[in-house]
């Protein structure tokens, strides 16, 4: 089993910056990459970024060049800086594990992002 915590949100303005975390605990070493997701209200949950066991990364079109995903290996925690912050960025956002031995991956409890003037 693996827990996912995630912390970090708040509200901001347009404009604004905000450092997602997640921090990690339980069977980590099966983990093969870790992302963040979000839901806003009314839509479906949405990959926003993912990084892999080598580091390989990927973002969804909309947050390329405003946002970052990395990783700490020694804390096992996974970090969203998130940049340039919209209003269309106010959301739920979820930390997410994925297990080599489990087809359903592990999720976090989220945390809201309200971006606001």
């Known amino acids: 089993q693996v827990q996912l915590v995630e912390s970090g949100g708040g509200l901001v303005q347009p404009g604004g910056s905000l450092r997602l975390s997640c921090a990690a605990s339980g069977s980590l070493f099966s983990i093969k990459a870790m992302g963040w997701y979000r839901q806003a209200p009314g839509k479906e949950r949405e990959l926003v970024a993912a990084?892999?066991?080598?580091?390989?990364?990927n973002y969804e079109d909309s947050v390329k060049g405003r946002f970052t995903i990395s990783r700490d290996n020694a804390k096992n925690a996974v970090y969203l800086q998130m940049n340039n912050l919209k209003p269309e960025d106010t959301a739920v956002y979820y930390c997410?594990?994925?297990?080599?031995?489990?087809?359903?991956?592990?999720w976090g409890q989220g945390t809201q992002v309200t971006v606001s003037s």
């Open positions: 990084i892999t066991r080598g580091d390989d990364t």
């Open positions: 997410n594990a994925e297990d080599f031995r489990y087809a359903e991956p592990y």
